[in-house]
C-alpha cells in the first residue's frame, strides 16, 4: 500500500499587505519527496502522520510529495500559488499509483488571485486521484471551511485546542481517520453547518475551564471517542480576511449512513449553542498605557502583555512600537522585553557591532499605515541566529530561522529585532537571544491566545491591550467589503 502526504500551511491576514512570496516558503523550509519524512517525522501534522502509519499492523509506504509552510503574513501573490499548486500536482503525479492522500492544510490560505486556496487544492487532487481513492486532510481550528473543501475530502480533522497544542495529535487523528476508511470500511458522511460569524481569537481559549470553548472541546473530544464518529470539530475563523464565503463552521463526519442523522442533527444543535454564546468570545481590552503602568507597579514577578493587534501568529507585521513607547517610560527592576520585526534595524546592528550606541529609528517599516517609528538612543548587546526548535503552541518541535537578529536595550528595556516574522511570543525566542522571559519584569507577547500556553502558569498577571495592527480583535470595526453580508458581529444578525 502506498500512501502519499504533503503539506500546505500558513494563516493568511489580508489586512497585512505585505504578500506572501515563494522566498518565505523557501526561508521556513520547503522540502520534497524522502526529505519530509527525514526532516518531520517528529513535527506537527507531518509527524502525526509519518508515525501512525508507521504504526500500522501493515505499515504503508509513505510517499512525500511537497511541504510548503510559511509564516502567517499577507497573501500569497499570484506566482508564488502557481508555483504551489503545479509543483504539488507534478510530486503527485509523479507518485505513481496510491491509495491514498494525506495532507496537512490551514484552511486560511488565501492567494491574491485565490480566495480558497485549499478548496482549490483538495478539488485539484480530487480531480486527479478519483473519487475512490481517500483523501483525508487535517486543517487549523482558524480555518475559513467552505463546501468545496468538504466536498472534495473524504474527511477533514480540525485542531481540537487554541493555544493549539494538539498539532501533532491532530495529525495522528486524520491517520487514523484514513486507516478506518481503509482497512475498517468506514464510509464516511459529513455534517456542515456554517455559522455567520466570526469571533475574537483572545478568548476563544480551549484549556481554560472559564471559556465557553471550553465546554466545545470536550464535547468535541467526548464526540470522537464514539467508534461512529471519525471526526468532529469547530472552526472559528481567523478573522482578518476580508473574503467571500467567510464564517465560522461545524463539521462532523460519523461512518456509514445510518449515522447521518445523528451527524446532522449534532453539527446543528453545536452550531446554534456556538451562535448563542457568540458575545462570550468578546474580549475586555486594556488601554496600553495602563497595562504598562500596571506591570511597572507590580514590583515581583512577571507581567505578560499581549499585543494581539500586532500578533505575528495572526499575520501581523511585527513592526509595531505601541508597545516600545510605553515601556520606556519608566525604569524596570527586571528587563521589560520586546519583540520587532525589522531587518533594516539588525543590518545596521551589525554593521555598528556589538557596543556600538546610537540614536536609531525603530518599528514602523513593514506597516507604516498603522505604526510610527520611534528615535531612541540604543545599545547593541548582543547579535545572534533566530534559530531555535519550537515546541508549544502551534508546535511540536518544529524548526524555527527567524534570520539574523539583535538585541538593543534602552535602559533596562530589551528590543529583540529579528530579520523575519515568526513566533514573537515563544519563550525560545528570548532564550536564543540570550535573555530569560521568565525572570522579565514585563514581556510584550504577540499573540492573542496562543502565548497562554507558555505563559498562563508562570505570569502574575496578564493583559491584552487595546492597539493598532493587522489583527486587531475589534475587527469588525474596520471597513471590510468582499464579506458576505449579514456577518456577526460587523451586523447585529438576528
Ligand atoms: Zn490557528
Not at 366 to 377: A, E, M, S
Amino acid at each position: 500500500m502506498r500512501i502519499a502526504i504533503g503539506q500546505l500551511w500558513q494563516e493568511s491576514n489580508t489586512l497585512n499587505t505585505l504578500p506572501t512570496t515563494l522566498a518565505d516558503y523557501e526561508a521556513f523550509g520547503l522540502y520534497e519527496g524522502a526529505e519530509i519524512l527525514e526532516r518531520f517525522a517528529e513535527t506537527n501534522e507531518l509527524g502525526g502522520f509519518i508515525q501512525s502509519l508507521r504504526a500500522w499492523p501493515e505499515p504503508p509506504e509513505i510517499v512525500g510529495l511537497m511541504r510548503f509552510a510559511a509564516w502567517p503574513s499577507g497573501p500569497v501573490d499570484a506566482g508564488t500559488f502557481n508555483i504551489i499548486m503545479n509543483r504539488m500536482m507534478e510530486k503527485l503525479q509523479l507518485a505513481g499509483p496510491i491509495d491514498a492522500v494525506l495532507l496537512a492544510l490551514h484552511g486560511s490560505m488565501v492567494a491574491e488571485c485565490e480566495t480558497d486556496v485549499e478548496g482549490h487544492l483538495l478539488h485539484r487532487v480530487r480531480k486527479h486521484i478519483g473519487p475512490k481513492i481517500p483523501l483525508v486532510a487535517t486543517l487549523d481550528l482558524h480555518a475559513n471551511i467552505t463546501q468545496r473543501m468538504v466536498d472534495a475530502a473524504d474527511v477533514l480533522t480540525l485542531y481540537h485546542t487554541a493555544p493549539h497544542v494538539d498539532v501533532m495529535g491532530t495529525g495522528k487523528r486524520g491517520a487514523e481517520a484514513l486507516r478506518r476508511i481503509l482497512f475498517d470500511g468506514a464510509k464516511p458522511v459529513s455534517a456542515f453547518r456554517k455559522l455567520p460569524m466570526v469571533v475574537p481569537a483572545e478568548r476563544a481559549n480551549t484549556q481554560n475551564p472559564e471559556n465557553f470553548s471550553y465546554g466545545v472541546r470536550k464535547t468535541l473530544q467526548a464526540w470522537e471517542r464514539n467508534h461512529h464518529v471519525l471526526s468532529a470539530g469547530l472552526a472559528t475563523v481567523q478573522p482578518w480576511l476580508d473574503i467571500p464565503d467567510l464564517g465560522s463552521a461545524v463539521l462532523v463526519y460519523c461512518d456509514g449512513a445510518a449515522w447521518k442523522s445523528w451527524a446532522d442533527e449534532s453539527c446543528a444543535n453545536l452550531a446554534n449553542e456556538v451562535w448563542n454564546h457568540r458575545r462570550d468570545y468578546l474580549p475586555e481590552l486594556v488601554d496600553s498605557a495602563d497595562a504598562v503602568r500596571a506591570a511597572h507597579e507590580q514590583v515581583d514577578g512577571l507581567t505578560v502583555i499581549s499585543d494581539s493587534a500586532d500578533a505575528t501568529t495572526s499575520g501581523s507585521t511585527g513592526d509595531s512600537t505601541a508597545l516600545l513607547s510605553e515601556l520606556i517610560k519608566y525604569d524596570w527592576p527586571h528587563p521589560a522585553l520586546v519583540t520587532l520585526v525589522g531587518p533594516e534595524t539588525v543590518a545596521e546592528a551589525e554593521r555598528r557591532g556589538i557596543g556600538a550606541e546610537w540614536s536609531a529609528s525603530l518599528g514602523a517599516t513593514r506597516n507604516p499605515r498603522d505604526f510610527k517609528p520611534i528615535t531612541l538612543p540604543v545599545r547593541v548587546v548582543n547579535a545572534f541566529d533566530a534559530k531555535f526548535i519550537l515546541s508549544g503552541h502551534l508546535a511540536e518541535k518544529l524548526p524555527i530561522d527567524m534570520g539574523r537578529s539583535v538585541v538593543l536595550t534602552h535602559k533596562n528595556v530589551h528590543i529583540v529585532v529579528t530579520s523575519r516574522t515568526g513566533p514573537h511570543f515563544a519563550p525560545q525566542l528570548f532564550q536564543t537571544a540570550g535573555l530569560d522571559p521568565f525572570a522579565a519584569s514585563v514581556l510584550i507577547a504577540k499573540s492573542p491566545c496562543g502565548f497562554r500556553a507558555a505563559y498562563a502558569d508562570r505570569a502574575k498577571q496578564i493583559f491584552v491591550v487595546r492597539a493598532p495592527g493587522c489583527a486587531p480583535s475589534d475587527f469588525w470595526k474596520l471597513p471590510f467589503t468582499r464579506i458576505p453580508r449579514p456577518l456577526w458581529p460587523w451586523d447585529d444578525v438576528v
